[in-house]
């Protein structure tokens, strides 16, 4: 189960590039292609080295100043999303 002082960070054998504010992401098990928007390119880009969900919401609020619900909402979505389609790892 992931808790905020679970810590996350992408998977080795990911393939991604920025395009511009957004990333695109390579499923390397599906080789299926997924877009990231511009928030989600910042934990994208936050988690290539591990980071606790903690240390991620927090950069998120400080980044967008959006309120602490939404955000942690938003970034459970994103974890579920990116977890389900193999691209993390959670620890």
Same mark, same amino acid.
């Given at each position: 189960?992931?808790?905020?002082?679970? =810590?996350?960070?992408?998977? &080795?054998?990911?393939?991604?590039?920025?395009?511009? /504010?957004?990333? *695109?992401?390579? @499923?390397?098990?599906?080789?299926?292609?997924?877009?990231?928007?511009?928030?989600?390119?910042?934990?994208?880009?936050?988690?290539? =080295?591990?980071?606790?969900? &903690?240390?991620?919401?927090?950069?998120?609020?400080? /980044?967008?100043? *959006?309120?602490? @619900?939404?955000?942690?909402?938003?970034?459970?979505?994103?974890?579920?999303?990116?977890?389900?389609?193999?691209?993390?790892?959670?620890?």
């Amino acid at each position: 189960m992931v808790s905020s002082s679970s =810590t996350i960070a992408v998977i &080795k054998n990911q393939i991604s590039c920025n395009l511009g /504010t957004e990333t *695109v992401i390579l @499923e390397p098990k599906t080789s299926s292609y997924y877009g990231l928007n511009d928030v989600a390119t910042l934990v994208w880009n936050l988690i290539q =080295t591990p980071k606790t969900v &903690k240390e991620i919401q927090d950069a998120i609020i400080k /980044t967008y100043q *959006v309120e602490q @619900e939404e955000c942690e909402r938003d970034l459970w979505e994103l974890i579920e999303n990116l977890q389900s389609r193999s691209l993390i790892e959670v620890q």
